[in-house]
């Protein structure tokens, strides 16, 4: 079946330091891959998508490239910051004809201090 | 541009009880879909609605029931609740595309918090 997993957290880091979280999706169908970010108490934001192998997504400084030989999709960013904390999701939809359902991941804390 | 908005944002029930749930679509959109999220846990997907049908479904017991109105709002019905309905409930908005299939990236509300006790 279609999973996808994360890497284990949470992550703790200082301000300004490079941010890697990992993801792997199981490589059934031709889906296409996000990163959803949820802040505290709040529901969830897309951050980024890419549609298809290769694709690059991009925004707010945070970059996945789409991995089909490694069914990787990781999160990374150059230079975090405090307002960054919040969890992660990495997630994949069907592809095909059930693409609108969502597979997520299990979510990666991601704390920034000063 | 309203976003995705959904009500009530807390809620309070007792084990068997029933509740609905009421979630409206980002403007413009016509697909809405049901996540439930656990604590510590990511989104489960629940089901999803087009055209006033349910589309597709995930694992959940037919205790989850819904509906989708004509102006493309939705409710999520969850009967004789138990304790482990207790979660976030979101809601997600999207778009048919020129292919006739749901657009692939959803819009997510702020979510109903259930507490069952």
């Known amino acids: 079946g279609n999973s996808v997993t994360q890497m284990e957290g949470p992550v703790t880091l200082s301000e300004e330091a490079f941010l890697t979280i990992n993801c792997t999706y199981t490589a059934t169908g031709y889906p296409s891959l996000f990163w959803y970010v949820q802040y505290p108490g709040e529901g969830l934001q897309l951050l980024l998508k890419?549609?298809?192998?290769?694709d690059k997504g991009s925004n707010k400084g945070f970059e996945a490239t789409y991995r089909k030989e490694t069914t990787s999709f990781h999160l990374e960013k150059g230079s975090v910051q405090v307002s960054d904390s919040a969890v992660y999701f990495c997630a994949r939809n069907a592809g095909g004809t059930s693409y609108g359902k969502l597979t997520f991941g299990q979510g990666t804390i991601l704390t920034v201090h000063p | 541009d309203a976003g995705v908005t959904q009500s009530p944002t807390h809620l309070i029930k007792t084990r068997g009880q029933q509740v609905t749930l009421r979630c409206s679509p980002k403007?413009?959109?016509?697909?809405v879909s049901w996540y439930q999220q656990a604590l510590g846990q990511g989104p489960q997907f629940i089901f999803q609605y087009y055209e006033e049908e349910e589309r597709q479904r995930g694992n959940f017991p037919d205790r989850f029931s819904g509906h989708q109105f004509p102006n493309y709002s939705s409710e999520l019905n969850v009967n004789a609740l138990l304790l482990g309905d207790s979660a976030l409930y979101l809601c997600?908005?999207?778009?048919?595309?020129?292919?006739?299939?749901?657009?692939?990236?959803?819009?997510f509300g702020p979510g109903t918090r259930l507490t069952v006790l």
């Open positions: 403007s413009g959109h016509d697909t």
């Open positions: 890419a549609t298809k192998a290769d």
């Open positions: 997600a908005s999207s778009l048919v595309d020129g292919a006739g299939g749901p657009s692939d990236t959803q819009y």
